[in-house]
């Protein structure tokens, strides 16, 4: 099943990648909404994390095992509570057992 940790669905490419990947997210900068795009190759537990500038989580987008496919996840820059983040530089991250890369993105108000 390809839910995020909210239960949201995610969307699936049916042509499965051949490495892992996680891609520039888009917007860039972005208000109120960016999509994460990012690619499994095997049943692996993933995770997708958004951290703010002082290194300290803000937000997690996924985090459980997916089948391989390419995702696409959005973040509305609210917090694990629900809290509006404020403009500014914040980073994404996608962790797996093999994989691990982290990207900048920008908040604007």
């Known amino acids: 099943d390809n839910y995020d940790c909210d239960g949201n669905w995610l969307n699936v490419d049916e042509n499965l990648p051949k490495e892992y990947q996680l891609y520039d997210n888009y917007p860039n900068p972005f208000n109120p909404v960016t999509n994460i795009r990012f690619d499994v190759p095997k049943l692996d ?6 951290y703010n500038i002082n290194g ?7 985090s459980n095992n997916l089948n391989p496919g390419r995702y ?7 917090d694990d509570y629900g809290k509006v983040m404020p403009s500014g530089i914040y980073f994404y991250s996608m962790e797996s057992a093999e994989f691990s890369k982290k990207n900048k993105m920008i908040l604007i108000k």
């Open 72 to 78: 696409n996840i959005s973040w509305d820059g609210l």
């Open 56 to 62: 300290q989580i803000v937000k997690t987008l996924q």
């Open 45 to 50: 537990y993933v995770e997708i994390i958004i």
